[in-house]
């Protein structure tokens, strides 16, 4: 029927109007694990604060990384850039696909979705190799302790058990190395924010 006009006819049967509940501590009790409304409304403002700092710190992050990319001057292997972008294409084609586009016009979207994504795919290249070398030189490493600390925090943010969230990492090696990974990268990115000189401009840093 797409692309065609069509005439419809509908019957209203019943209008409804939303009542919204009461604020007080047995809407606290119903919606939340808190026993008032006072205690809700301490962790709502807890989560906004530590949501706000959560992006001051990725924009810090940000224009530290943009400035050793300004900095260091090498090229890189275009098969490896390939390889990235290619990624970066095939996961934004499922995401199409997921969205419901058919998946023969998703994919039809690809020169396209290669001519955007190749000038981030060669910036988070150039930041993969920036921080491979800088966590060489300083000897950033992640053990057994760092992946213990991975699996409580990923516990306590998935309200899941300890046990059960170290029994999916440790179920696949490839797994394992790639967390492993991800705290040595983030070790590192913390380490340059350590030795920067970040300056407060207008409130913000």
Do not use: C
């Not at 850039?81 to 023969?104: F, P, S």
């Not at 190749?118 to 000897?139: C, N, P, T, Y």
């Not at 990268?185 to 913390?190: D, S």
């Amino acid at each position: 029927l797409e692309g065609k006009d069509g005439r419809f006819f509908v019957a209203i049967r019943e209008i409804k109007e939303k009542e919204l509940p009461a604020l007080d501590d047995e809407f606290a009790k119903a919606a939340s694990e808190h026993g008032t409304l006072d205690e809700l409304k301490k962790t709502i403002r807890q989560d906004l604060e530590h949501h706000k700092k959560m992006e001051a710190e990725r924009e810090v992050e940000r224009a530290l990384l943009d400035e050793l990319i300004k900095k260091s001057k090498f090229d890189i292997p275009a098969p490896m850039l390939e390889r990235r972008l290619n990624a970066m294409v095939e996961d934004a084609v499922q995401t199409l696909i997921h969205r419901g586009m058919k998946e023969e016009e998703a994919r039809n979207q690809k020169e396209s979705l290669r001519k955007n994504f190749a000038q981030d795919a060669e910036k988070q290249v150039r930041v993969s190799f920036i921080l491979d070398e800088i966590a060489k030189r300083e000897g950033i490493t992640a053990n057994e302790a760092d992946l213990f600390a991975r699996y409580q925090m990923l516990s306590e943010r998935a309200r899941r058990p300890i046990e059960e969230v170290k029994a999916y990492y440790e179920a696949s090696e490839e797994r394992k190395e790639l967390a492993l990974e991800q705290i040595v990268t983030e070790k590192t990115i913390q380490w340059i924010k350590d030795k920067a000189q970040v300056e407060e401009q207008g409130g913000r840093r």
